[in-house]
T-cell receptor, first 113, second 114 residues
Framework: GNSVTQMEGPVTLSEEAFLTINCTYT??????LFWYVQYPGEGLQLLLK?????DKGSNKGFEATYRKETTSFHLEKGSVQVSDSAVYFC????????????FGKGTKLSVKP | KAGVTQTPRYLIKTRGQQVTLSCSPI?????VSWYQQTPGQGLQFLFE???????NKGNFPGRFSGRQFSNSRSEMNVSTLELGDSALYLC?????????????FGAGSRLTVL
């Protein structure tokens, strides 16, 4: 079946540190891949997406590259800020227009000043 | 433009009761999806409605149901509540465009079952 596995948290970093959150997937067909972020007390917000192999999604300094050969979509940021503290979810969907995302368990990031 | 609006934001029910949650999508969005978020199971897909028809359904018991109205607003209902139904219920809407579909989530309805 289709599934997403992301690294367990919590992850605690100092401000300006480099961030990597690993995400791998299993999918039948050709998935679209997403990273969503959930700030405390809020719903999920789309952070970035990639719809085909080798696509790179980027937003707010975050990047992730759709690697079909390793079935991965790791999230990276070169210099994190305190305001990046949140829970990050990797997700996939099969079939493009469908609204049924499959999410990873989420990784909680805490950035200390 | 207004985002996805979910009501109520918080509610407390007792076992055996039923609950109805409401979701108003972004204007022009025809697809509405519902998700359950719990600490143990994470985010799980409940169902998706598109043009008043259920298009996809997750692996939840029949106590969980939903519907969509002609103005794209959606409701979900949980009957005979159990303690394990305590969760944050998230609604998301989208244009349902092929291969570039982006879901916009509401802030959620937090249900506590006592």
């Amino acid at each position: 079946g289709n599934s997403v596995t992301q690294m367990e948290g919590p992850v605690t970093l100092s401000e300006e540190a480099f961030l990597t959150i690993n995400c791998t997937y299993t999918a039948t067909g050709y998935p679209s891949l997403f990273w969503y972020v959930q700030y405390p007390g809020e719903g999920l917000q789309l952070l970035l997406k990639a719809t085909k192999a080798d696509d790179k999604g980027s937003n707010k300094g975050f990047e992730a590259t759709y690697r079909k050969e390793t079935t991965s979509f790791h999230l990276e940021k070169g210099s994190v800020q305190v305001s990046d503290s949140a829970v990050y979810f990797c997700a996939l969907t099969i079939g493009g227009s469908q609204g049924n995302l499959i999410f990873g368990k989420g990784t909680k990031l805490s950035v200390k000043p | 433009k207004a985002g996805v609006t979910q009501t109520p934001r918080y509610l407390i029910k007792t076992r055996g009761q039923q609950v109805t949650l409401s979701c108003s999508p972004i204007s022009g969005h025809r697809s509405v999806s519902w998700y359950q978020q719990t600490p143990g199971q994470g985010l799980q897909f409940l169902f998706e409605y598109f043009s008043e028809t259920q298009r996809n359904k997750g692996n939840f018991p029949g106590r969980f149901s939903g519907r969509q109205f002609s103005n794209s607003r959606s409701e979900m209902n949980v009957s005979t509540l159990e303690l394990g139904d305590s969760a944050l219920y998230l609604c998301a809407s989208s244009l349902a465009e092929a291969y570039s579909n982006v879901l916009t989530f509401g802030a959620g309805s937090r249900l506590t079952v006592l």
